[in-house]
């Protein structure tokens, strides 16, 4: 072993990232998003259709009633009142701040759901997404605070070089301050429009997951996509779990491994994350780097290219955390890659902290270590606000292995009282591993 681990050190000092070939070989075309939301359109499109329509048709509807339609078509301005316009801009801004967010929110709410699974659509999804209301009004707020914060300390720049200008102008200089001035307007729309995008998405992150409450969560992350996930699905479709089911790509639809229609029907239908594990399952240290890591890209660019789905998760085949954090030329490969996490093995432990760490994310524990029940009883007790002293994020269980181990050790009773404990109360956020890195 020893040996093997010193080839893979002198070997990983010699792979290079191409960023341009990464790009190239990963990085999806429009074709192939275009190619993704048709499919997640196919024989679901009318209920999207009609929401589509309802919420375009009541913002309409809304602008048309309360906007100032005299200030445009009014010819005699004497009799212009002022007030009465100023009344009506304000309720235009209540109705953009308060209402738009409402009906945007429950929008996206479907989208996203429609995005995460292949189940029926109904109605009922679209008029789901009002009941979050005020998480779509206070994330606007919030954006709209930020936006103003920034643009108050832009203003104060900008009127200390208009100061400048103007003294400059003033001195015989105007050809210079009319440059500043001008450059300063650019520079300001510039500004703006780049804050405007680094919080656009907050809407769409939040619709993501409107039920979360960011205290505690379940993570499940299995690996090879084997037969027995077909039992570990039902399980944990019955209690609302969601799992990471960790792929190579090679043995789909080989025996002893899970067909490609098996995966789209029993995995991704049914809002599951499909993972990265390698195309041939070459595990880093006992393959040189290059072929390793080069494994790697195959597997995430044959998976995407299968299922029409960008994946940005992964699962180390046999890789311990103390190997990823001793070579950074993984994680800066990785990264190149457009892999965003990287779960390994080993190390069980129950302070059940967030990766510090996402490209050597540590487990709590393999589901046959000797107390995963007696571990997560303590999870559940947990105060996320209160425990380890000042610490107070997020805290998060997270259980892997294979799920052939269940019937090899005769243990199901594991998985059924851990899902069975987990749903007792609604404290405890079920997600997959790209949810909670996200």
Not at 135 to 161: E, H, M, P
Request: glycine fraction near 6%; proline fraction near 3%.
């Amino acid at each position: 072993m020893d040996s093997k681990e010193n080839e893979f050190v002198s070997e990983s000092q010699q792979v290079s990232v191409s960023n341009s070939t990464v790009t190239e070989n990963v990085i999806w075309s429009i074709k192939g998003f275009k190619k993704s939301a048709l499919e997640s359109l196919k024989g679901r499109w009318k209920i999207p259709l009609i929401a589509s329509l309802i919420t375009i048709g009541l913002i309409i509807c809304l602008i048309v009633t309360v906007y100032p339609w005299e200030i445009l078509f009014s010819s005699d301005f004497s009799a212009f009142n002022i007030s009465s316009f100023i009344g009506k801009m304000l309720i235009l801004y209540a109705v953009i701040l308060l209402i738009f967010p409402v009906l945007t929110f429950s929008y996206l709410v479907l989208i996203q759901k429609m995005r995460k699974t292949k189940e029926k659509i109904v109605f009922s999804d679209y008029v789901e997404g009002f009941s979050f209301w005020n998480k779509g009004i206070l994330a606007v707020l919030w954006q709209c605070l930020w936006y103003f914060l920034w643009v108050l300390l832009f203003f104060v720049c900008f009127a200390i070089i208009m100061g400048v200008s103007v003294l400059l102008i003033d001195a015989n200089l105007s050809f210079v301050g009319t440059a500043i001035i001008f450059v300063g307007i650019i520079i300001f729309y510039v500004f703006i429009f780049s804050k405007y995008y680094s919080y656009c998405m907050n809407l769409y992150i939040l619709a993501n997951n409107p039920k979360i409450k960011i205290k505690k969560a379940l993570a499940l992350s299995y690996d090879d996509g084997i037969p027995a996930d077909k039992r570990l699905v039902e399980v944990i479709d019955k209690y609302g779990i969601k799992c990471t089911f960790n792929i190579c790509d090679s043995n789909i639809g080989s025996r002893g491994y899970l067909s490609e229609d098996e995966i789209r029907e029993m995995i991704l239908a049914h809002g599951h994350e499909v993972a990265n594990h390698g195309n041939r399952h070459m595990a880093l240290g006992m393959v040189n780097a290059k072929d390793g890591l080069n494994d790697m890209l195959e597997g995430r660019r044959r998976l995407e290219q299968r299922f029409s789905r960008i994946i940005t998760g992964m699962a180390y085949p046999d890789t311990c955390r103390k190997l990823v954090t001793q070579h950074d030329e993984i994680k800066a490969y990785l990264q190149a890659l457009g892999i965003v996490y990287g779960r390994t093995v080993g190390n069980p432990n129950n302070e059940f902290r967030m990766p510090t760490d996402w490209y050597a994310w540590e487990p709590t524990c393999h589901h046959n270590h000797p107390q995963p029940l007696e571990w997560f009883e303590e999870f559940k007790q947990l105060d996320p606000d209160t425990c380890y002293c000042c610490d107070k994020d997020p805290r998060l269980f997270f259980v892997w292995g294979h799920s052939r181990e269940f019937d090899q050790y005769n243990n199901w009773e594991v998985l059924e009282k851990l899902c069975e404990r987990a749903s007792d109360g609604d404290d405890i956020w079920f997600a997959t591993n790209i949810e909670i890195y996200e």
